[in-house]
């Protein structure tokens, strides 16, 4: 069983930072592309950012020279730290991964639960 596990969601004031996590685990034999992705209340969900094996990322236009992607291959980990953070940014934040189970011929995707981020003074 593959879980992915987000943290560090809260509230912050606009103007300020904030770093999420999201951890997977299980019975992983590979990962591939990790993203990022939110929800608004009334709102569909929305592409943030991803980033590959080998560390290129690609930005969703909301967020491109705000907020920056990474990851840890080592401890199945990837981040968005998330700079000049705007009300709009208020959301809940979900991880996303392309797994190969162990034992399983392809890759798969996996979401985590989401985390609550509200931008508000």
């Known amino acids: 069983q593959v879980q992915l596990v987000e943290s560090g969601g809260g509230l912050v004031q606009p103007g300020g930072s904030l770093r999420l996590s999201c951890v997977a685990s299980g019975h992983i034999f590979s990962i591939n592309d990790m993203r990022w992705f939110r929800q608004s209340p009334g709102k569909e969900r929305e592409f943030v950012a991803s980033?590959?094996?080998?560390?290129?990322?690609t930005y969703g236009g909301a967020v491109k020279g705000r907020f920056a992607i990474s990851r840890d291959n080592r401890a199945k980990t990837e981040y968005l730290q998330k700079n000049s953070l705007k009300p709009e940014d208020t959301a809940v934040y979900y991880c996303?991964?392309?797994?190969?189970?162990?034992?399983?011929?392809?890759?798969?995707?996996?979401w985590g639960q989401g985390t609550q981020v509200t931008v508000s003074s």
């Open positions: 996303n991964a392309e797994v190969k189970p162990k034992g399983v011929m392809e890759y798969r995707t996996y």
């Open positions: 980033i590959t094996w080998s560390s290129d990322s």
